[in-house]
């Protein structure tokens, strides 16, 4: 069964500090990933993508990484601010108009 | 218009109350997906539609649920006859085209209590 895993399910940090959140996927076929942000009562926006070979890419203090040897991927923040509190969600796109979500790791960041 | 925009809101059912869920997105977007968020999980697909051809239903979750497209713009989510376990936020996302490639644009959702 296709299926994204997230951790920390939920992350308390301190406003300034830097956090990584974890996304294992087993989903096949596998064309590309997406980090997403759900701030509460909101859709998700999209933060990065990520093809199968790419290893790296960054948007602003956001930097998301992929390893699909393994099937792991994750998105670091530097230097957290209060509007950073919010859902991350990890997606994997099959190719074939088939989104698989991630639960999501709800952080909050704190003064 | 700028983004997905979704209607009602909120929407409160009495159980067996059948509702209608309107999605809005954007101007020539090709694509457009419903999906199904429990509260603290991460959204489920319900169907696809590209223009207005409903391409996938599969994750429709009983025949209770229905939508439709019928102009390939604007799209339509009705549930009848409404049950608890259907409390959830009813996501709708378009893309320009039917690849994805240029990425999924979400609406806010409309958060469904049945009750």
């Known amino acids: 069964k296709n299926q994204v895993e997230q951790s920390p399910q939920s992350l308390i940090i301190l406003e300034g500090k830097n956090c990584t959140l974890q996304c294992n996927y087993t989903v096949s076929p596998f064309s590309n990933l997406r980090w997403y942000k759900q701030d509460t009562g909101r859709g998700p926006v999209s933060l990065t993508i990520?093809?199968?070979?790419?290893n790296t890419k960054s948007n602003g203090r956001y930097t998301a990484t992929l390893d699909a040897d393994t099937k792991q991927s994750s998105l670091h923040i530097t230097a957290s601010q209060l509007s950073d509190s919010a859902s991350y969600i990890c997606v994997v796109n099959t190719g074939f108009q088939k989104l698989v979500f991630g639960t999501g790791t709800r952080l909050l960041v704190s003064p | 218009g700028a983004g997905v925009s979704q209607s009602p809101r909120y929407k409160v059912a009495k159980r067996g109350q059948d509702v209608a869920l309107r999605c809005d997105p954007i101007?020539?977007?090709?694509?457009l997906f419903w999906y199904q968020q429990a509260l603290g999980q991460g959204p489920e697909f319900l169907t696809y539609f590209q223009n207005e051809a409903q391409l996938d239903k599969s994750g429709l979750p009983s025949d209770r649920f229905f939508a439709e497209r019928p102009e390939g713009s604007v799209s339509t989510l009705k549930i009848q006859r409404t049950q608890q376990e259907d409390s959830a936020v009813y996501l709708c996302a378009s893309s320009l085209e039917f690849t994805g490639t240029y990425g999924y644009t979400f609406g806010s959702g409309t958060r469904l209590t049945v009750v």
């Open positions: 101007s020539g977007h090709v694509s």
């Open positions: 990520m093809t199968f070979s790419e």
